[in-house]
T-cell receptor, first 113, second 110 residues
Framework: DVKVTQSSRYLVKRTGEKVFLECVQDMDHENMFWYRQDPGLGLRLIYFSYDVKMKEKGDIPEGYSVSREKKERFSLILESASTNQTSMYLC????????????FGPGTRLLVL | DAKTTQPTSMDCAEGRAANLPCNHSTISGNEYVYWYRQIHSQGPQYIIHGLKNNETNEMASLIITEDRKSSTLILPHATLRDTAVYYCIVRGGSNYKLTFGKGTLLTVNP
């Protein structure tokens, strides 16, 4: 079974704080993705990575950065959290080609006060 | 990617088959039909996908019409834990990102 884990299920942070969200997959997948999901806006891709140390911007990268130092781990960083970054953050991974089936983690619900 | 149309909500009795329809009339030849579901406040769960043949796995069956303009996801014996929003997605071979529409809220009743 594919297992994608995220470091926290719920997180509360203050405006201006630096926030780290971590994602780990145990299936040796090549590709990892960070999405955010908001009511009425659906799923939006923030960043993805197709290899260690490689990253590409998705549709809404502003205010975020990512790090992939090891194949199994993909971190999302909010450099200076703002209230409009309150959201559900979802990590996913997929094997081989970027277009292959993506498997999601449980999500992190982030509240920025 | 082709647009999909799903009913907003459906009900199903526990133990009965749940049949969730999806229309994708503008699907093109290299696009796959994917189904995911999302239980409240959890991450989406992959269910099944197919190109043109019917598919079955331990979770569900996917029936795709011959013209590929519509499909049906079948949960053969629905349980209360199958209550979730079900998303039908059409995804082209070169597209790496997932986009969820509004989906169908399936409520399984005791």
């Amino acid at each position: 079974d594919v297992k994608v884990t995220q470091s926290s299920r719920y997180l509360v942070k203050r405006t201006g704080e630096k926030v780290f969200l971590e994602c780990v997959q145990d299936m040796d997948h090549e590709n990892m993705f960070w999405y955010r999901q908001d009511p009425g806006l659906g799923l939006r891709l923030i960043y993805f990575s197709y290899d260690v140390k490689m990253k590409e911007k998705g549709d809404i990268p502003e205010g975020y950065s990512v790090s992939r130092e090891k194949k199994e781990r993909f971190s999302l960083i909010l450099e200076s959290a703002s209230t409009n970054q309150t959201s559900m953050y979802l990590c996913a991974s997929s094997p081989g080609q970027l277009r292959e089936t993506q498997y999601f983690g449980p999500g992190t619900r982030l509240l920025v006060l | 990617d082709a647009k999909t149309t799903q009913p907003t909500s459906m009900d199903c009795a526990e133990g009965r088959a749940a049949n969730l329809p999806c229309n994708h009339s503008t699907i093109s030849g290299n696009e796959y039909v994917y189904w995911y579901r999302q239980i409240h406040s959890q991450g989406p769960q992959y269910i099944i996908h197919g190109l043109k043949n019917n598919e079955t796995n331990e979770m569900a069956s996917l029936i795709i019409t011959e013209d590929r303009k519509s499909s049906t996801l079948i949960l053969p014996h629905a349980t209360l834990r199958d209550t979730a929003v079900y998303y039908c997605i059409v995804r082209g071979g070169s597209n790496y990102k997932l986009t969820f529409g509004k989906g169908t809220l399936l409520t399984v009743n005791p």
